[in-house]
C-alpha cells in the first residue's frame, strides 16, 4: 500500500556529494521509521541513517559526521544527504518504510522498500 522510488545516485569522485531522494506514496504520517539501507557486491545489507515518528536520527558509524537525513512531509520526500564520500561508500542505496518496528536500525522491521539508486564512488 506504500510505494518507495529512489533518485539521485551517479558516479562521483571520493570527497565529494550527492542527495538521494525518497519519494514516498503515500507519505505514511504515523510511520515507526523511515530508513536508507545500502548493500555492495559481496557484502551484506547494512543500514546508513533511519528517523523514526519523533523525529530522532540515527546513523551507523561509518556514516557519521557525514551523511545527514531528513524529511519533507509536504513533498512526501525522504532524503538522505551524502558529504565527504568515499569509495567504501559504493553500493546500492534503499529507501524503506517501517511501521510497528521496534528498532528502526534493523532491517527486518521494514516491509516497505525502494527499488535502489547506485552510488558508486571512485578514488
Known amino acids: 500500500q506504500v510505494h518507495l522510488f529512489e533518485s539521485g545516485g551517479g558516479p562521483v569522485q571520493a570527497g565529494g556529494s550527492l542527495r538521494l531522494s525518497c519519494d514516498v506514496i503515500?507519505?505514511?504520517?504515523?510511520?515507526?521509521?523511515l530508513g536508507w539501507f545500502r548493500q555492495d557486491a559481496g557484502k551484506q545489507r547494512e543500514a546508513v541513517a533511519a528517523?523514526?515518528?519523533?523525529?530522532?536520527?540515527r546513523y551507523s558509524d561509518s556514516v557519521t559526521g557525514r551523511f545527514t537525513i531528513s524529511q519533507d512531509k509536504v513533498k512526501n520526500t525522504l532524503y538522505l544527504q551524502m558529504d565527504r564520500l568515499q569509495p567504501e561508500d559504493t553500493g546500492m542505496y534503499y529507501c524503506a518504510a517501517a511501521e510497528g518496528c521496534f528498532d528502526c536500525m534493523a532491517d527486518w522491521c521494514y516491509g516497505s522498500w525502494g527499488q535502489g539508486t547506485q552510488v558508486t564512488v571512485s578514488s
Open positions: 528517523i523514526n515518528r519523533d523525529e530522532d536520527e
Open positions: 503515500p507519505w505514511i504520517e504515523r510511520a515507526d521509521c
